[in-house]
DNA sequence: CTGTTAGCGCGTTCAC
DNA sequence: GTGAACGCGCTAACAG
């Protein structure tokens, strides 16, 4: 059963007593170099037919699609909000963005949703952390097609036009120094491996802040993965007199973490101070309340659409380095906020 | 600055010493009738000169896109899973799906999108609770491009060919009568109005609930976005001495009053039980856990790819019914399991 | 089995 | 200002 017929321009311009090209003209400059009257009488007559223009034969024949194509690990959380916000400034700028999902850094799917995409002949590629490694990237994506990267540290210019990366490394930093002014006298980053660079990111700027502070303290790394939280908490916390800080990978790591610790009764902030990245839903609404750091989603798509725009000769501003650092906003609430200085 | 000109079929036909017929059916039909020798030496040619097929030519040429739409409101929590979802059921069925979020119900972001599809000559579209109405609606589908619902009750025949919805109704029923034989004096649902239809299907589940019950039990309907949750508690439970129970619209309604008891220190399950829907990371790690109705993704997806693939004439198995119900699964947590249960 | 040819729907020259 | 004609890259009959 194949699809009923459309109507098309040809019939448009018989219905309107014209020739095609100056329906084409009509319906898609808006009617420049037309007589108003010839102008009334194609809209009425595409109007009336119910007319819809078909992508396929308007793309094949100028060789453009006005189409970008995102390619994120998963819908959830942060990456469905970052695609939200990109699907808008897409929108913005004429362009509209066709959002794949890799099924949470699978190589094998990536790959295929970037072959899917490039078929279609996408004006540019936007991806979230390349799960599959720059070798097969490169062979790929020599297309020609330009590609922006999202947290993509340090790629090679001839696979990525530019990237976009969140300020983790700097946030996670600060608040290794933000736990420390408030008395923490042992530090502890939760990260999450199975998210390489972001995690990696973090870490680093971890070890950073930790360098920085001016007296020797008590520091490790854990993964959330292999991490039995209750006791973990025992004896990182229970077991001591000393007030602890933990910086987790995300709210979803705060809140596994908020929750043993509720459960065992410890007080927060005085025996465990904590602060995530993020600032979600979760940050915003448990008990008590995650200090976390907000991602400004709309200035992060906004780069990274803008560079893609640069690249297609539109006239916009775009940050002259290849990667564009955004900041992240650091969110006091009551995790770290001791209750003296109410 | 336009594309780079891509690789064709010419130039491959070119290099293989072959015509365009035959480059298109090996690469196409995998080989179906050709040659073992043409066949390697097409496929060949293919690879070295980085021959990509041009998604829109073919369509336009047969007619046929292999592409589904989607339309929700959002990207976020239990929209971006289904989403994951429908487009792993549909590649596996070799579809590819685009997404398009309405940025929260907004009639014309949803309405542009709709457009946007049925420019592109989509083979199916499949949204999620349809903001704009019906009448609007059924303007722009009567494309012929079939269209399935997801939690859309009661839309007539002609717009949509079937609709895969879930048992929120019966979920909330039976919520009712579970809180009741728990001991629950008092009864409250609270609901996000913001989220229409679905909304709606959970009041009607839980008025049903009460009426079912061998006994009068006090009980009322509040909303979210006009209630101020501390307040509500305090009034509800911590003035009587009465257990209460809860049935919360979706896990984020759950986390706020939950969070708001345990900052009021409200014995939960003794004075105050709960139960909530999603079954998302947040009633599995939130504390304590929160019993929720578990969504199974999976079989609604595959339910709205068949229909539609039945409509494309694939033989596949589709509930006979035009709305199917997929039922909730209910996963028992701390919320409501008394202690002496234990 | 393989090649020839006629579209698919639209954008874009050019003449008129 | 308008219309005829060609091309975009590919598929689907047919011929051979």
């Not at 009509?26 to 108003?36: A, D, T």
């Not at 990366?165 to 491996?193: H, I, M, P």
């Not at 987790?248 to 005085?270: G, M, T, Y």
């Not at 650091?330 to 906020?337: A, G, L, P, S």
Request: charged share 20%; aromatic share 6%.
């Amino acid at each position: 059963m194949s699809k009923p017929k459309q109507v098309t321009i040809v019939e448009v311009a018989a219905a309107a007593g014209v020739s095609i090209a100056t329906v084409s003209n009509v319906l898609n400059r808006g009617g420049i170099r037309s007589s108003k009257e010839t102008i009334r009488k194609v809209e009425l007559a595409a109007e009336q037919l119910g007319y819809r223009r078909n992508t396929m034969a308007a793309g094949l024949s100028r060789n453009k699609t006005f189409e970008i194509g995102l390619i994120v690990p998963g819908l959830t959380s942060y990456y469905g909000r970052l695609a939200e916000h990109l699907q808008i400034e897409a929108h913005q700028a004429g362009y509209h963005l066709s959002v794949f999902s890799s099924g949470g850094f699978d190589p094998a799917i990536e790959r295929r949703n970037l072959e899917v995409l490039l078929q279609r002949r996408v004006d540019g590629l936007i991806c979230h952390g390349l799960a599959m490694g720059m070798e097969s990237t490169r062979a790929i994506v020599n297309s020609g097609t330009p590609l922006v990267l999202i947290n993509g540290w340090g790629w090679p210019e001839d696979i990525a036009v530019g990237a976009v990366n969140l300020g983790f490394a700097e946030a996670c930093r600060q608040s290794t120094k933000l736990l420390a002014d408030r008395g923490c006298e042992s530090l502890v980053y939760v990260g999450s491996k199975h998210s390489k660079v972001i995690d990696e990111q973090r870490r680093l700027g971890f070890e950073a802040g930790i360098e920085q502070l001016n007296r020797q303290i008590p520091h490790h790394i854990v993964d959330m993965k292999e991490l039995d939280v209750e006791a973990f908490l025992q004896e990182e916390i229970a077991g001591q007199q000393q007030r602890v800080g933990i910086i987790a990978f995300d709210d979803h790591v705060a809140l596994k973490l908020l929750s043993a610790a509720n459960k065992l009764r410890i007080d927060i902030p005085e025996r465990l101070q904590m602060i995530s990245i993020n600032n979600n839903y979760i940050a915003m609404h448990s008990y008590p309340g995650i200090s976390s750091w907000d991602i400004p989603y709309t200035l992060q798509a906004q780069m990274a659409i803008h560079k893609l725009l640069h690249k297609f000769g539109h006239s916009v501003e775009t940050g002259e380095e290849r990667e564009f650092e955004v900041p992240l906003t650091f969110i006091e609430r009551e995790t770290t906020q001791l209750n003296d200085m109410e």
